[in-house]
């Protein structure tokens, strides 16, 4: 059962600290897809992104290092039950999914099966978070050094990433044309949105 505990914990550790980083790294793109969702107004969207980036990457740490692991493991819980109820409230706003959890900024057509699909992935993470927080087990030395390069692991994908493209991030530019949501008017900055706005 430990066992199990630490690849849960080592999961959660890379996927909330590799969102977290990626947020970081790519903030203006993340911030830009959630301006465009008119969820929350626009000038909150950059710290908005910036809050949840390092709230993802605080509970990745505070996981890696086994600091209070079932408080932290309800509150992973409890921020991808957030996730999947912006996913719904989203799909339901824009008729589109916006995903913006790894930097970059993604759309798909809010079909039934895509809504109920994303909403379902983050169920399952919170389901994964409240179950390793029930079992209850410590995990100690030498399986929590598992956990604590887990941690590393969206450290040194980050850095490889930035040295394959010399720190320029050229695939995470969020593209205008993706999906018109009438708020092409925030990149003015955009060519390519003026002519959307003209045509």
């Known amino acids: 059962m430990v066992l199990l505990r630490v690849l849960i914990v080592s999961?959660?550790?890379?996927?909330?600290g590799a969102t977290g980083l990626a947020k970081l790294a790519n903030y203006r793109t993340a911030s830009a897809g959630m301006a465009r969702e008119h969820i929350f107004p626009v000038r909150i969207a950059t710290p908005a992104i910036l809050a949840v980036a390092?709230?993802?990457l605080s509970l990745a740490v505070l996981l890696a290092l086994g600091v209070h692991p079932e408080i932290t493991l309800f509150g992973v819980a409890a921020l991808f039950i957030l996730f999947a109820g912006y996913r719904i409230i989203v799909a339901a706003k824009v008729n589109a999914i916006v995903c913006s959890c790894a930097g970059t900024v993604r759309t798909d057509a809010a079909t039934p099966a895509a809504v109920a699909g994303g909403v379902l992935a983050c169920v399952c993470l919170a389901i994964l978070a409240c179950a390793s927080a029930l079992l209850n087990r410590r995990i100690g030395?030498?399986?929590?050094?598992?956990t604590l390069a887990s941690l590393i692991l969206?450290?040194?994908s980050l850095a490889a990433g930035l040295r394959k493209t010399n720190g320029i991030p050229e695939k995470n530019r969020f593209p205008d044309y993706q999906v018109s949501l009438g708020t092409e008017q925030i990149y003015l900055g955009?060519?390519?949105?003026?002519?959307m706005s003209a045509g």
């Open 54 to 56: 390092a709230t993802e």
């Open 141 to 146: 030395y030498p399986l929590n050094l598992i």
């Open 154 to 156: 969206p450290f040194v």
């Open 190 to 195: 955009s060519s390519q949105a003026k002519k």
């Open 11 to 16: 999961y959660l550790v890379v996927t909330l």
